[in-house]
């Protein structure tokens, strides 16, 4: 845990939720009741989950957001400092905490629905928490589960100050043209790269086209990830592709935030895009061996006994 709040150096804007999880043999058809193996509430929101997990990698981390004035807000913020996140900037609203409903299938597969509660009221006076938070800070991580104007004005405010901007355009929808040349980082997965880039992400070669057609838009970097196809980056260097590990995945709920968390982590640190793709990719696979969101999220020593990510291979565009 690291506990010093004085010099964060990557702050995350964006949601707070509590995850409300449900283990199902498999996703109820309308108007059927099935019984669930299990129920468990975890802390979540993509905000959230990307801060921790990028604490756990040892980084200094704060986190700016919202949640409601209840119970499910309280813990959240208790969740954040146990891990040593600095929630000093999380406000409390008047609405309701965000709370997510998840469904994982014996598959591994997990489906969500959303009640965004106070993470829809994220704007103007965040925005000044955010100016204090970004003091000493060289990464902004941002995802789209707060309203796209206060994600643009975060940008802006990161990029100005010299900030590495990192977006996850999850959920997927369409970025407004002002944000693309923000972004220094796009970090996103098949369906969202499918979706911003009108190119169908079926195998290596196709997350290629689609991450250098969006590179073209502006960010420096594009990362799409694929699960257990692993990674694809396209920047000035070109296209390559990274191996995925090979795990046994019991649930995939919040791999991407591991991810990206594990991935800015590195970055503070210095260390280069590769470096800090495989240590992202090494996080992600030991997160989806276990059930949850934040619970399920290493820390830097427990990837000691995982195997080395192999070096990337080039991917041509032709």
Known sequence: ??????????????????????????????????????????????????AVACARQGARVAMVGRVGDDAFGLALKASLEADGVDARHVATDAASTGVALIMVDDGAQNRIALSPGANASVGTEDIGRLRSALAAACILSLQ???????????????????????????????????????????VLNETEAAMLSGIAVRDTASAARAADALRQRGPAQVILTMGGDGVV?????????????????????????????????????????????????????????????????????DLAALPAVPRPSPVALG
Do not use: Y
């Open 1 to 50: 845990m690291n506990s010093d709040h004085a010099t964060p150096e990557v702050v995350v804007f964006g949601s707070l939720n509590m995850d409300l999880v449900l283990r199902v043999p498999r996703v109820p058809d309308a108007g059927e009741t099935l019984e669930a193996r299990s129920f468990m509430s975890n802390p979540g929101g993509k905000g959230a989950n990307q």
């Open 144 to 186: 789209l589960e707060v309203p796209m104007p206060a994600v643009c004005e975060a940008a802006a405010i990161a990029h100005a100050a010299g900030c590495t901007v990192v977006l996850n355009p999850a959920p997927a929808q369409p970025l407004p043209d002002a944000l693309w040349p923000l972004v220094g980082i796009l």
């Open 233 to 301: 980056v396209a920047n000035a260097d070109g296209c390559r592709h990274f191996a995925a590990l090979a795990v046994q995945a019991v649930d995939t709920t919040a791999a991407g935030d591991t991810f990206i968390g594990a991935l800015c982590a590195a970055l503070a640190n210095k260390e280069s895009i590769d470096a800090g793709i495989a240590l992202g990719i090494q996080a992600a696979a030991l997160s989806v061996t276990k059930a949850g969101a934040q619970v399920s999220m290493p820390h830097r020593q």
